[in-house]
């Protein structure tokens, strides 16, 4: 599975319905209560917090001490939970997360490797991902593949990965009684996978199917991809985390092996373990399963990849698919996850396109009424990356008059600083989305890993409630300026064919639907 990070959705019915509470004076939210907040610091009649207030912090346990072959190197709390971070001797790092509470286990192991490593100059794009799909064959020494699958399984465990740009995670779920076992497992698969060309070839098709499925017969891969590609000209960001069709189908077992050997040792590995366990014993697990695993130094890192601030100018495409009416997507230069701008920008983000009411949607769908949906989503990269926003308008509008609203509506953020209400609003979005994506040992593990990887300190994400709560209105102005003002934008249009154009009447439900898995593009 590939990932980049989840959009927000937004359909015009639910604009419609927020637009009439705002107007009512109220605010418009369905999240549920923060699961930070204990019984007996809130309850149902208890006021939220304002944006950006520390939630209650317990005393964190005692951190184990001297376990041979493991030393503690940075120690944090996010919110009530304790968080810690150790280091092996051959480089492994691990991130625990404790909750006594809780009555399962999650275990993350996420490698600082993904599309990023790869060279598209040699024709192998792809191969992170290819690898992720290959943790699961066999190990030396093991009967037939499907082994890691099946243990896990009969554990009541269930596994899944995903590869991003910037890292690839593998995650188990399982009970706390499994961890131990599953410690040995995620230790045998580091250090035992066999890439046979059998495997390889039978991961092939697989992989085939999914950049089919999620690129070339899903419009939004489609635009994701010319967007990106246009966008940047250096960068690996440029081509698609699946791979370009071409690379998948010529990749060979020996590029695949190569590329495995560089980058997938214990040097380049985070475990991160949440949820119910006992620290101390997980520690002493970890050290006598991955201590004696030697690091890959394979032959270097991969191709060195400086920072590109993309795109440089305005860059258009067009293309026609089978969609009921224009569907366009913008992306613009965005910062990184760890870039001191990020808190500000996510801000800006919000005030634009966070909900229902906020500027964006309520222009679009609800005063013009040229548009039936609007998605958008902040890369959540290393390095800077795009924000990209993708509008499907109504049957009868064209998409020149939606970008001309985003235009004038980021140009108003420029020029005037938001007022302090539309400022809260969009903090209070921020802080619940925050504390309810990590509601779950499983979202706390896969988050925790993904932080770490991309901006090299979990702790940026403990941290990141507080750096909402800092960002003022003069900041999304100065950071609209910053990133947004040269007015550098990468655009692609679909267009519908004529003859679906003419079908299907203007039902932007049915607009929707039409418009969920079509279209037929190739590399």
Known sequence: MTARSSL??????????????????????????????????????????????????????????????????????????????????????VITAPDASARSVSYVTTYRV??????????????AHFCEHLMFAEAHGTRGPGRFDRQLEALGGSGNATTAYDYTSYTDDAPPSALEAIVRLEAERMAKVQLTPDEIEREREIVIEERLQSAEDDIDGQL???????????????????????????????????????????????VVVAGRFD???????????????????????????????????????????????????????APGLGDPDRAAYDVLDQLLTGGPSARLPRALMVERELASSIDADVAATRDSGLWTIVVQMRRGTRAESGD?????????????????????????????????????????????????????????????????????????????????GSGARSV???????????????????AERSAGGTGGGGE
């Open 8 to 93: 927000r959705s937004l359909t015009l019915p639910a604009a419609l319905a927020c637009a009439a509470i705002a107007a009512a004076g109220a605010g418009c939210s369905s999240a549920s209560w923060p699961w930070w907040k204990s019984p007996t610091t809130a309850g149902p009649g208890a006021a939220p917090p304002a944006a950006g207030a520390a939630p209650p912090v317990a005393a964190a346990e005692a951190a184990p001490a001297n376990i041979e072959g493991v030393e503690a190197v940075a120690a944090a709390a996010l919110a009530s939970l304790p968080v810690r971070k150790w280091r092996l001797a051959n480089g492994l790092q």
């Open 492 to 510: 692609v249009v679909a267009h519908p064919h004529p003859a679906t154009a003419k079908a299907g009447g203007n039902d932007p439900a049915a």
């Open 114 to 127: 993904g599309s990023r490593d790869e060279d598209a100059a040699a024709g192998q794009t792809g191969l």
């Open 224 to 270: 994701d991809e010319l967007v990106y590609g246009q966008a940047f000209r250096n960068h690996p960001y440029r081509w698609p985390i699946v791979g370009r069709m071409a690379d998948i189908r010529a990749a060979t077992p020996d590029a695949v092996s190569a590329f495995f050997a560089r980058h997938y040792g214990p040097e380049r590995a985070i």
């Open 279 to 333: 620290e101390g014993s997980l520690l002493r697990a970890i050290a006598a399963a991955y201590g004696s695993l030697p690091a890959r130094t394979g032959d270097g890192p991969g191709p060195a990849v400086a920072p590109e601030r993309a795109p440089e100018r305005e860059v258009r495409a067009s293309i026609t698919r089978a969609v009921p009416a224009d569907r366009f997507m913008v992306g613009s230069p």
């Open 404 to 484: 001309e609203i985003i235009r004038r509506e980021l140009a108003r953020l420029i020029e005037t600083a938001p007022p302090l209400a539309e400022m809260e609003a969009a903090r209070n979005r921020l802080e619940t989305d925050l504390w309810t994506e990590l509601g779950s040992s499983h979202a706390r593990a896969e988050v925790l890993g993904a932080y770490d990887a991309t901006t090299g300190d979990f702790r940026t994400l403990v941290e990141l409630s507080a750096a909402y709560a800092r960002v003022s209105a003069a900041d999304v102005s100065r950071v609209a300026r910053t990133w947004l």
